[in-house]
């Protein structure tokens, strides 16, 4: 006869439907590996597409996060990542240079040390506690576009206002032309789509900290008028 000893107890995981006890599941990670999550950080910051990336830097990117860098320094040496690129060193050590101008990269330790980190500001993977911690000891720096994100800015604003000012004055050569037809109704679609989207290049231009030249700046006081 099983002597019962008063008082234990345990905890089973049982099927209602069957009353079958059940083993329990381990807990499935926030990741297909296992390693956590990955974070990209977006809001007040100049967001990514509007840097004006190369496509070695989107790479060397990418390759930072396959290696574990957005939570860890990572060694890299241009001649060796070069090649798994489809790169030449000196196009790798440029991009390198650059994504540490822009802050998206981190140099950790001495200038000769060959070790980055993505910015914990911009990327992350693990725990939200271990991502606190590693922006109070790393004080990462804001992402700022430089001279050739600006460059790319200016000329994308002035493109567009010349699209636009060139699609206004083909709208009203057109409603000259034949008032109320099919083709001035057209023409007057596009030049409503491009002053919008050249009001949004110019804005966006600004916010980048663009210093807009005058027939720039005119341009966006005569549309919000």
Same mark, same amino acid.
């Given at each position: 006869?099983?002597?019962?000893?008063?008082?234990?107890?345990? !905890?089973?995981?049982?099927?209602?439907?069957?009353?079958?006890?059940?083993?329990?599941?381990?807990?499935?990670?926030?990741?297909?590996?296992?390693?956590?999550?990955?974070?990209?950080?977006?809001?007040?910051?100049?967001?990514?597409?509007?840097?004006? *990336?190369?496509?070695?830097?989107?790479?060397?990117?990418?390759?930072?996060?396959?290696?574990?860098?957005?939570?860890?320094?990572?060694?890299?040496?241009?001649?060796?990542?070069?090649?798994?690129?489809?790169?030449?060193?000196?196009?790798?050590?440029?991009?390198?240079?650059?994504? !540490?101008? *822009?802050?998206?990269?981190?140099?950790?330790?001495?200038?000769?040390?060959?070790?980055?980190?993505?910015?914990?500001?911009?990327?992350?993977?693990?725990?939200?506690?271990?991502?606190?911690?590693?922006?109070?000891?790393?004080?990462?720096?804001?992402?700022?576009?430089?001279?050739?994100?600006?460059?790319?800015?200016?000329?994308?604003?002035?493109?567009?206002?010349?699209?636009?000012?060139?699609?206004?004055?083909?709208?009203?050569?057109?409603?000259?032309?034949?008032?109320?037809?099919?083709?001035?109704?057209?023409?007057?679609?596009?030049?409503?789509?491009?002053?919008?989207?050249?009001?949004?290049?110019?804005?966006?231009?600004?916010?980048?900290?663009?210093?807009?030249?005058?027939?720039?700046?005119?341009?966006?006081?005569?549309?919000?008028?």
């Amino acid at each position: 006869m099983a002597v019962t000893q008063r008082g234990a107890r345990r !905890l089973e995981l049982v099927d209602l439907d069957t009353g079958e006890v059940v083993q329990r599941k381990q807990r499935v990670p926030h990741a297909f590996d296992g390693k956590g999550y990955t974070l990209e950080g977006h809001g007040v910051e100049v967001p990514n597409y509007r840097l004006n *990336l190369s496509g070695t830097e989107w790479d060397v990117l990418d390759w930072m996060k396959q290696q574990g860098g957005c939570a860890n320094p990572i060694k890299l040496s241009p001649a060796e990542v070069a090649p798994l690129l489809c790169s030449t060193p000196n196009t790798v050590k440029a991009a390198v240079a650059r994504l !540490l101008k *822009l802050n998206l990269l981190l140099r950790i330790g001495g200038p000769r040390s060959g070790t980055y980190q993505l910015n914990p500001r911009r990327f992350w993977e693990g725990s939200g506690e271990d991502h606190v911690k590693a922006c109070r000891r790393m004080d990462p720096p804001a992402v700022v576009p430089d001279a050739k994100a600006l460059g790319t800015a200016l000329k994308a604003a002035q493109k567009a206002v010349s699209t636009a000012v060139e699609a206004a004055e083909a709208a009203e050569e057109a409603e000259e032309i034949a008032a109320g037809s099919k083709l001035a109704e057209k023409a007057r679609a596009t030049a409503q789509a491009t002053h919008e989207s050249a009001i949004l290049a110019v804005e966006t231009a600004a916010k980048l900290g663009v210093k807009l030249p005058v027939q720039l700046r005119r341009f966006v006081q005569e549309a919000t008028k």
